[in-house]
Antibody
Framework: EVQLVESGGSLVQPGGSLRLSCLASGFTFGNYWMNWVRQAPGKGLEWVANINQDGSEKSYVDSVRGRFTISRDNVKNSLYLQLNSLRAEDTAVYYC??????????????WGQGTLVTVSS | DIVMTQSPDSLAVSLGERATINCKSSQSVLYSFNNKNYLAWYQQKPGQPPKLLISWASTRESGVPERFSGSGSGTDFTLTIRSLQAEDVAVYYCHQHYSRPPFTFGPGTKVEIK
């Protein structure tokens, strides 16, 4: 069974930093694209970033480019999102999602339960 | 960027009746190379993460009840719940994963019981 468990969310002040982690199990982590998707309180879904199987390709939504960094460690079966220069509008539940391996790279086939990031003074 | 719109914003349907949700993309998400529509539907029940229901516009994921079906091509897509059940109360999102990022979601459609 695919499991994705996010951690690292907390209350942080504007301008602060945070590192989110996602521990994957139940599948061969290194074979899949991975994504971060966020959802502001009471709002819809927003794709944030993705990374390919070996970490050589990364993409970001414009609103986070230059502030957030996605990375992965295939030995530790873990996905990360470094959040810097945080703003109030970054407040959201951040979901780790699994993409495809040979097709459907940018789909979100499986989702974690999410971790809440709150940016507030 | 591809903009996704959905209609209606919400709908209330009687148990056993049909629910229809529309999704429109600002440009085609049909990839001519393989004739696939890069359009997916997700269901998000209250307090839960989203769940992938339908990929490639019309392919039901494993375990998804047959009452859920997807249709459409190019820029216009539909999610149909053939006979609404109480457990189908949720927000439904369409999502395009065509070509290049950002891979945008629709704003969501809330389905409730009438």
């Amino acid at each position: 069974e695919v499991q994705l468990v996010e951690s690292g969310g907390s209350l942080v002040q504007p301008g602060g930093s945070l590192r989110l982690s996602c521990l994957a199990s139940g599948f061969t982590f290194g074979n899949y694209w991975m994504n971060w998707v966020r959802q502001a309180p009471g709002k819809g879904l927003e794709w944030v970033a993705n990374i390919n199987q070996d970490g050589s390709e990364k993409s970001y939504v414009d609103s986070v480019r230059g502030r957030f960094t996605i990375s992965r460690d295939n030995v530790k079966n873990s996905l990360y999102l470094q959040l810097n220069s945080l703003r109030a509008e970054d407040t959201a539940v951040y979901y780790c999602t699994r993409g495809g391996d040979t097709t459907g790279y940018f789909l979100s086939y499986s989702w974690g339960q999410g971790t809440l990031v709150t940016v507030s003074s | 960027d591809i903009v996704m719109t959905q209609s209606p914003d919400s709908l209330a349907v009687s148990l056993g009746e049909r629910a229809t949700i529309n999704c429109k993309s600002s440009q085609s998400v049909l990839y001519s190379f393989n004739n696939k529509n890069y359009l997916a539907w997700y269901q998000q029940k209250p307090g839960q993460p989203p769940k992938l229901l339908i990929s490639w516009a019309s392919t039901r994921e494993s375990g998804v009840p047959e009452r859920f079906s997807g249709s459409g091509s190019g820029t216009d897509f539909t999610l149909t719940i053939r006979s609404l059940q109480a457990e189908d109360v949720a927000v439904y999102y369409c999502h395009q994963h065509y070509s290049r990022p950002p891979f945008t979601f629709g704003p969501g459609t809330k389905v409730e019981i009438k």
